[in-house]
C-alpha cells in the first residue's frame, strides 16, 4: 500500500511550491526523503498514473518557485545592483562569479600536483623520494617557503 495519499502529495507540493527543499517537504509530510525519490523515479518511468502526475506536480511546483524568486531579484535589481549582481553569478557563473579562495586552492593543487608529476616524470624532484617527504612535502617552495597548513599541496583535504 502506497503512502503516496492526497494529503501527503499536497504537503509536498505546497512545500516545495513554497521554496522548501524536497528533502523537508518530504518530511514535513511523514515521510523519508528517500521515498519520495522512489516515488519521483517512479514517475519519472511511467507515463501515466499517481506516481506521474505526482512527478508533473513536483515539477511544476520547482518551476513556480523558481519564477517567483526569479522575478522578487528581478525587482530588487532595479533598485540595487547587488540583486542584479547576485543573479548574474548564479546564472552565468564562469562569466561573473567570483571565484572563492576554495577554487583558487584547488588550481594551485592541481598545478602543485601537475609540476610535481613532470618533475617526478625527469627525474628532478629529490621530493619523490621517502627521505624528500620528510624534508619537503607540506612546505611550499616558490612562494613562502613557510609549511602549509594541513600537511602541503599533497596532504590537505580538498573540502576544509
Known amino acids: 500500500m502506497t503512502k503516496l495519499t492526497p494529503e501527503v502529495r499536497r504537503i509536498i507540493i505546497d512545500g516545495i511550491a513554497a521554496g522548501v527543499p524536497k528533502k523537508y517537504a518530504?518530511?514535513?509530510?511523514?515521510?523519508?526523503?528517500?521515498?519520495?525519490?522512489?516515488?519521483?523515479?517512479?514517475?519519472?518511468?511511467?507515463?501515466?498514473?499517481?506516481?506521474?502526475?505526482?512527478?508533473?506536480?513536483?515539477?511544476?511546483?520547482?518551476?513556480?518557485?523558481?519564477?517567483?524568486?526569479?522575478?522578487?531579484?528581478?525587482m530588487a535589481a532595479a533598485d540595487k545592483w547587488q540583486a542584479a549582481a547576485w543573479w548574474l553569478e548564479r546564472q552565468y557563473p564562469l562569466e561573473f562569479a567570483t571565484h572563492s579562495e576554495k577554487y583558487d586552492d584547488i588550481i594551485r593543487r592541481i598545478r602543485d600536483l601537475e609540476r610535481h608529476d613532470r618533475e617526478v616524470a625527469r627525474g628532478e624532484n629529490p621530493e619523490a623520494s621517502v627521505e624528500g617527504h620528510a624534508h619537503g612535502i607540506g612546505t611550499d617552495p616558490g612562494r613562502t617557503g613557510r609549511a602549509l597548513p594541513g600537511g602541503g599541496p599533497f596532504l590537505r583535504p580538498l573540502h576544509e
Open 26 to 74: 518530504a518530511m514535513r509530510a511523514g515521510i523519508h526523503s528517500r521515498t519520495l525519490q522512489v516515488w519521483l523515479q517512479r514517475g519519472a518511468k511511467a507515463t501515466s498514473g499517481a506516481h506521474h502526475d505526482f512527478l508533473v506536480a513536483v515539477r511544476k511546483a520547482l518551476a513556480d518557485a523558481l519564477a517567483r524568486n526569479v522575478a522578487h531579484i528581478q
